[in-house]
Protein backbone atom coordinates (compact mmCIF):
# COMPACT_ATOMS: atom_id res chain seq x y z
CA UNK A 1 0.00 0.00 0.00
CA UNK A 2 1.18 3.86 -1.21
CA UNK A 3 1.19 6.15 1.37
CA UNK A 4 -1.40 8.20 0.28
CA UNK A 5 -1.01 11.87 1.15
CA UNK A 6 -2.89 14.98 2.58
CA UNK A 7 -2.24 17.46 -0.01
CA UNK A 8 -1.33 17.17 -3.67
CA UNK A 9 -0.07 19.53 -6.53
CA UNK A 10 -3.00 20.59 -8.89
CA UNK A 11 -3.89 23.33 -11.18
CA UNK A 12 -6.01 26.06 -10.16
CA UNK A 13 -7.47 28.33 -12.33
CA UNK A 14 -8.03 30.96 -9.09
CA UNK A 15 -9.72 33.74 -11.47
CA UNK A 16 -10.75 34.49 -15.15
CA UNK A 17 -7.18 34.36 -17.15
CA UNK A 18 -5.32 33.41 -14.70
CA UNK A 19 -3.46 29.66 -13.69
CA UNK A 20 -1.62 28.19 -10.57
CA UNK A 21 -0.06 25.27 -9.39
CA UNK A 22 -0.81 25.25 -5.77
CA UNK A 23 -1.55 22.52 -3.12
CA UNK A 24 -4.95 21.53 -2.29
CA UNK A 25 -6.44 19.09 0.02
CA UNK A 26 -7.34 15.64 -0.71
CA UNK A 27 -10.59 13.55 0.63
CA UNK A 28 -9.95 10.14 1.58
CA UNK A 29 -10.75 7.38 -0.38
CA UNK A 30 -13.39 5.20 -0.33
CA UNK A 31 -13.89 1.26 -0.73
CA UNK A 32 -14.42 1.30 -4.24
CA UNK A 33 -11.72 4.06 -4.94
CA UNK A 34 -8.28 3.78 -7.24
CA UNK A 35 -5.72 5.86 -6.07
CA UNK A 36 -4.09 6.84 -9.05
CA UNK A 37 -0.27 8.51 -9.52
CA UNK A 38 -0.03 11.08 -12.55
CA UNK A 39 1.88 10.68 -14.90
CA UNK A 40 0.61 13.03 -17.80
CA UNK A 41 -2.82 15.39 -18.26
CA UNK A 42 -3.29 17.48 -20.97
CA UNK A 43 -5.63 20.90 -22.14
CA UNK A 44 -9.27 20.44 -24.01
CA UNK A 45 -7.98 24.11 -25.32
CA UNK A 46 -11.83 24.24 -26.60
CA UNK A 47 -13.69 23.58 -23.14
CA UNK A 48 -10.61 25.03 -21.07
CA UNK A 49 -10.28 28.39 -22.94
CA UNK A 50 -13.95 29.32 -21.68
CA UNK A 51 -13.64 28.06 -18.51
CA UNK A 52 -10.16 30.37 -18.19
CA UNK A 53 -12.29 33.15 -19.69
CA UNK A 54 -15.12 32.31 -16.80
CA UNK A 55 -17.45 32.15 -19.33
CA UNK A 56 -18.58 28.53 -18.42
CA UNK A 57 -22.49 28.86 -17.79
CA UNK A 58 -22.65 25.77 -15.67
CA UNK A 59 -22.83 26.53 -11.69
CA UNK A 60 -20.75 23.60 -10.77
CA UNK A 61 -17.57 25.32 -12.88
CA UNK A 62 -17.72 28.41 -10.75
CA UNK A 63 -14.04 29.46 -9.92
CA UNK A 64 -11.84 28.47 -8.21
CA UNK A 65 -11.37 24.95 -10.06
CA UNK A 66 -9.66 21.96 -10.66
CA UNK A 67 -10.12 21.27 -14.45
CA UNK A 68 -8.85 18.58 -16.50
CA UNK A 69 -10.46 15.41 -17.99
CA UNK A 70 -7.30 13.74 -19.52
CA UNK A 71 -5.15 12.35 -17.18
CA UNK A 72 -3.02 9.12 -17.75
CA UNK A 73 -0.88 8.00 -14.01
CA UNK A 74 -0.58 4.97 -12.62
CA UNK A 75 -3.17 2.66 -9.89
CA UNK A 76 -0.55 2.88 -6.66
CA UNK A 77 -3.42 2.09 -4.14
CA UNK A 78 -6.83 0.87 -4.07
CA UNK A 79 -9.45 0.06 -1.71
CA UNK A 80 -10.85 -2.92 0.19
CA UNK A 81 -13.61 -3.53 -2.21
CA UNK A 82 -11.29 -3.01 -5.53
CA UNK A 83 -9.31 -6.20 -7.41
CA UNK A 84 -5.94 -6.21 -6.64
CA UNK A 85 -4.96 -6.78 -10.04
CA UNK A 86 -5.45 -3.13 -10.67
CA UNK A 87 -2.48 -2.07 -8.86
CA UNK A 88 0.34 -0.89 -11.06
CA UNK A 89 -1.81 -0.98 -14.21
CA UNK A 90 -1.72 2.69 -16.30
CA UNK A 91 -5.05 3.93 -16.50
CA UNK A 92 -6.90 6.73 -17.88
CA UNK A 93 -9.68 8.81 -16.09
CA UNK A 94 -12.14 11.24 -16.91
CA UNK A 95 -11.27 13.78 -14.02
CA UNK A 96 -11.99 12.99 -10.08
CA UNK A 97 -14.00 14.63 -7.93
CA UNK A 98 -11.32 13.96 -4.97
CA UNK A 99 -10.59 17.36 -2.98
CA UNK A 100 -11.80 19.08 -0.13
CA UNK A 101 -12.11 22.94 -0.04
CA UNK A 102 -12.44 23.69 -3.58
CA UNK A 103 -14.29 23.15 -6.32
CA UNK A 104 -13.18 19.97 -8.25
CA UNK A 105 -15.05 20.41 -11.58
CA UNK A 106 -13.73 17.79 -13.78
CA UNK A 107 -10.67 17.82 -11.65
CA UNK A 108 -8.06 15.92 -13.49
CA UNK A 109 -5.06 17.80 -13.51
CA UNK A 110 -3.89 16.61 -9.86
CA UNK A 111 -0.31 15.21 -9.27
CA UNK A 112 -2.73 12.97 -7.22
CA UNK A 113 -5.96 12.09 -7.48
CA UNK A 114 -8.65 9.21 -6.81
CA UNK A 115 -11.68 8.09 -7.99
CA UNK A 116 -14.41 4.92 -8.19
CA UNK A 117 -12.64 1.90 -9.57
CA UNK A 118 -15.74 1.54 -12.74
CA UNK A 119 -14.56 5.09 -13.92
CA UNK A 120 -11.19 4.17 -15.20
CA UNK A 121 -10.08 2.96 -18.21
CA UNK A 122 -7.22 0.43 -18.48
CA UNK A 123 -4.46 1.31 -21.21
CA UNK A 124 -3.23 -2.15 -21.84
CA UNK A 125 -1.92 -2.64 -24.98
CA UNK A 126 -1.66 1.41 -26.03
CA UNK A 127 1.58 3.55 -25.25
CA UNK A 128 0.83 5.47 -22.26
CA UNK A 129 1.43 9.09 -23.06
CA UNK A 130 -1.00 8.74 -25.94
CA UNK A 131 -4.28 8.12 -23.31
CA UNK A 132 -4.55 11.48 -22.97
CA UNK A 133 -6.51 11.73 -26.40
CA UNK A 134 -8.64 9.10 -25.39
CA UNK A 135 -11.38 11.51 -24.16
CA UNK A 136 -11.04 13.81 -27.53
CA UNK A 137 -11.11 10.70 -29.50
CA UNK A 138 -14.11 9.24 -27.83
CA UNK A 139 -15.97 12.50 -27.78
CA UNK A 140 -15.15 12.88 -31.88
CA UNK A 141 -16.61 9.01 -32.41
CA UNK A 142 -19.45 9.87 -30.25
CA UNK A 143 -20.21 12.55 -32.93
CA UNK A 144 -19.41 10.21 -35.70
CA UNK A 145 -21.92 7.69 -34.95
CA UNK A 146 -24.53 10.52 -34.44
CA UNK A 147 -23.86 10.92 -38.19
CA UNK A 148 -24.38 7.68 -39.39
CA UNK A 149 -22.10 8.57 -42.37
CA UNK A 150 -22.34 5.81 -45.24
CA UNK A 151 -19.36 4.71 -47.29
CA UNK A 152 -19.03 6.90 -50.33
CA UNK A 153 -20.58 9.75 -48.93
CA UNK A 154 -18.82 13.27 -48.84
CA UNK A 155 -18.22 15.11 -45.67
CA UNK A 156 -16.60 18.18 -44.94
CA UNK A 157 -14.58 18.82 -41.54
CA UNK A 158 -14.41 22.26 -40.44
CA UNK A 159 -11.35 22.72 -38.15
CA UNK A 160 -8.40 20.74 -37.81
CA UNK A 161 -7.50 20.81 -34.53
CA UNK A 162 -7.13 17.36 -32.84
CA UNK A 163 -11.16 16.34 -32.50
CA UNK A 164 -11.30 17.26 -35.76
CA UNK A 165 -8.02 15.45 -36.78
CA UNK A 166 -9.69 12.46 -35.15
CA UNK A 167 -13.28 12.84 -36.98
CA UNK A 168 -11.62 12.95 -40.23
CA UNK A 169 -9.55 9.49 -39.61
CA UNK A 170 -12.67 7.78 -37.95
CA UNK A 171 -15.21 8.80 -41.19
CA UNK A 172 -12.36 8.01 -43.43
CA UNK A 173 -11.93 4.65 -41.58
CA UNK A 174 -15.69 4.28 -42.21
CA UNK A 175 -15.16 4.72 -46.52
CA UNK A 176 -16.50 7.96 -45.91
CA UNK A 177 -15.04 10.08 -48.60
CA UNK A 178 -13.29 13.27 -46.32
CA UNK A 179 -12.64 16.97 -47.38
CA UNK A 180 -10.81 18.55 -44.32
CA UNK A 181 -10.09 22.57 -44.04
CA UNK A 182 -8.70 24.94 -41.66
CA UNK A 183 -6.82 28.27 -41.79
CA UNK A 184 -3.30 26.85 -40.19
CA UNK A 185 -0.52 25.24 -42.92
CA UNK A 186 0.85 23.38 -39.83
CA UNK A 187 -2.18 21.92 -39.05
CA UNK A 188 -3.07 20.66 -42.28
CA UNK A 189 0.30 19.33 -42.65
CA UNK A 190 -0.66 16.92 -40.20
CA UNK A 191 -4.29 15.95 -41.75
CA UNK A 192 -5.64 12.99 -43.19
CA UNK A 193 -8.16 13.48 -45.64
CA UNK A 194 -8.99 12.99 -49.49
CA UNK A 195 -8.96 16.55 -50.35
CA UNK A 196 -7.51 19.19 -48.12
CA UNK A 197 -7.78 22.79 -48.29
CA UNK A 198 -6.33 25.68 -47.15
CA UNK A 199 -8.88 28.62 -46.88
CA UNK A 200 -5.73 31.12 -46.66
CA UNK A 201 -5.13 30.29 -50.19
CA UNK A 202 -8.09 28.47 -51.76
CA UNK A 203 -11.74 29.74 -50.86
CA UNK A 204 -13.44 26.84 -49.60
CA UNK A 205 -16.51 27.21 -52.21
CA UNK A 206 -13.65 27.15 -54.61
CA UNK A 207 -12.16 23.87 -53.98
CA UNK A 208 -15.05 22.16 -53.13
CA UNK A 209 -17.65 22.01 -55.93
CA UNK A 210 -19.96 19.19 -55.00
CA UNK A 211 -22.25 19.10 -52.42
CA UNK A 212 -21.89 17.63 -49.15
CA UNK A 213 -23.82 15.36 -47.21
CA UNK A 214 -22.77 16.52 -43.82
CA UNK A 215 -20.42 19.36 -42.79
CA UNK A 216 -18.79 18.51 -39.62
CA UNK A 217 -17.97 22.18 -37.50
CA UNK A 218 -14.73 21.46 -35.15
CA UNK A 219 -13.29 25.16 -35.64
CA UNK A 220 -15.85 26.60 -33.33
CA UNK A 221 -16.35 29.27 -35.61
CA UNK A 222 -19.33 30.33 -36.61
CA UNK A 223 -18.33 32.45 -39.75
CA UNK A 224 -16.76 29.55 -40.71
CA UNK A 225 -19.63 27.24 -40.36
CA UNK A 226 -21.88 29.97 -41.96
CA UNK A 227 -19.69 30.50 -45.04
CA UNK A 228 -19.89 26.67 -45.91
CA UNK A 229 -23.33 25.83 -45.32
CA UNK A 230 -24.05 26.92 -49.13
CA UNK A 231 -22.10 23.37 -49.72
CA UNK A 232 -24.55 21.79 -47.61
CA UNK A 233 -26.44 19.18 -49.64
CA UNK A 234 -30.53 19.22 -49.36
CA UNK A 235 -31.27 17.28 -46.17
CA UNK A 236 -27.55 17.32 -45.08
CA UNK A 237 -26.78 17.34 -41.84
CA UNK A 238 -24.25 19.31 -39.82
CA UNK A 239 -22.76 18.25 -36.64
CA UNK A 240 -21.18 20.52 -33.60
CA UNK A 241 -18.23 19.16 -32.28
CA UNK A 242 -16.96 22.17 -30.71
CA UNK A 243 -18.03 24.17 -27.61
CA UNK A 244 -20.04 27.21 -28.04
CA UNK A 245 -21.02 30.30 -25.85
CA UNK A 246 -23.96 30.94 -28.34
CA UNK A 247 -24.91 29.74 -31.95
CA UNK A 248 -25.10 32.37 -34.59
CA UNK A 249 -26.25 31.11 -37.89
CA UNK A 250 -28.45 32.61 -41.15
CA UNK A 251 -31.42 30.91 -40.37
CA UNK A 252 -32.15 30.64 -44.37
CA UNK A 253 -29.67 28.64 -46.10
CA UNK A 254 -30.80 26.41 -43.17
CA UNK A 255 -34.63 26.67 -44.03
CA UNK A 256 -34.24 25.98 -47.64
CA UNK A 257 -31.97 23.01 -47.47
CA UNK A 258 -34.04 21.16 -44.33
CA UNK A 259 -30.78 21.07 -42.65
CA UNK A 260 -30.40 18.62 -39.78
CA UNK A 261 -28.33 20.23 -36.48
CA UNK A 262 -26.98 17.37 -34.39
CA UNK A 263 -25.28 18.04 -31.31
CA UNK A 264 -23.01 15.35 -29.18
CA UNK A 265 -22.26 15.54 -25.53
CA UNK A 266 -18.71 13.80 -24.84
CA UNK A 267 -18.94 10.52 -25.41
CA UNK A 268 -21.30 7.38 -24.78
CA UNK A 269 -20.40 4.16 -22.09
CA UNK A 270 -17.71 2.29 -24.37
CA UNK A 271 -16.48 5.14 -26.46
CA UNK A 272 -13.57 5.44 -24.38
CA UNK A 273 -12.60 1.36 -24.10
CA UNK A 274 -13.63 1.84 -28.41
CA UNK A 275 -11.09 4.30 -28.95
CA UNK A 276 -8.43 2.49 -26.65
CA UNK A 277 -8.73 -0.70 -28.88
CA UNK A 278 -8.20 1.24 -32.26
CA UNK A 279 -5.90 3.20 -30.99
CA UNK A 280 -3.86 0.07 -29.27
CA UNK A 281 -4.56 -1.71 -32.85
CA UNK A 282 -3.29 0.97 -34.87
CA UNK A 283 -6.24 1.16 -36.87
CA UNK A 284 -6.42 5.12 -35.30
CA UNK A 285 -3.34 6.89 -35.27
CA UNK A 286 -2.73 9.97 -32.36
CA UNK A 287 1.32 9.96 -32.16
CA UNK A 288 1.29 12.59 -34.41
CA UNK A 289 -1.17 14.81 -32.78
CA UNK A 290 0.70 14.97 -29.64
CA UNK A 291 3.19 18.21 -31.17
CA UNK A 292 4.47 20.06 -27.84
CA UNK A 293 5.38 18.51 -24.05
CA UNK A 294 6.22 20.45 -21.09
CA UNK A 295 6.82 19.61 -17.25
CA UNK A 296 3.88 20.73 -15.19
CA UNK A 297 6.18 23.18 -13.21
CA UNK A 298 5.76 25.55 -16.47
CA UNK A 299 1.78 25.27 -16.78
CA UNK A 300 1.21 29.03 -17.02
CA UNK A 301 3.62 28.70 -19.91
CA UNK A 302 1.61 25.42 -21.24
CA UNK A 303 -1.65 27.34 -21.40
CA UNK A 304 -0.70 29.97 -23.11
CA UNK A 305 0.60 27.26 -25.60
CA UNK A 306 -2.14 25.10 -26.02
CA UNK A 307 -4.39 27.97 -26.08
CA UNK A 308 -2.70 30.43 -28.53
CA UNK A 309 -0.07 28.62 -29.94
CA UNK A 310 -1.48 27.52 -34.09
CA UNK A 311 1.40 24.76 -34.12
CA UNK A 312 0.44 23.26 -30.77
CA UNK A 313 -2.50 20.51 -31.22
CA UNK A 314 -2.20 18.84 -28.74
CA UNK A 315 0.65 19.48 -25.33
CA UNK A 316 1.15 16.91 -22.99
CA UNK A 317 1.96 18.18 -19.27
CA UNK A 318 4.48 15.69 -17.96
CA UNK A 319 4.14 15.32 -13.74
CA UNK A 320 7.06 13.10 -12.67
CA UNK A 321 8.56 15.74 -10.00
CA UNK A 322 5.29 16.39 -8.60
CA UNK A 323 4.62 15.76 -4.98
CA UNK A 324 8.35 14.48 -4.76
CA UNK A 325 8.86 16.15 -1.98
Not at 46 to 55: D, Y
Not at 131 to 146: C, E, K, N, Y
Not at 276 to 303: C, F, K, M, Q, W
Request: one cysteine or more; proline letters at 6%.
Amino acid sequence: MVAIPAKTDAVVITEPGKVVLQQVDLRVPGPTDVVITTAYTSISAGTERMLLAGQMPHPMLQLPVVPGYETVGQVTAAGAEVDPAWLGRWVYVGGAHCYAGINPAWGGQAATLFTDVQRVVPLDGMAPRHGVLLALAATALHGVRQLQAQAGQRVLVLGQGPVGQLAARLLMADGVEVIVADRAAVRLARSVGHQIVDVTTTPLGDAVTQPVHAIVEASGSMAALSDALKLLADRGTILLLGYYGKLELPYMPLFLKEAKLVTAKEWAPGDLAACRDAIAAGRLEVASLLTHALPIARVVEGYETALNDPTCLKLVFEWSAADSA
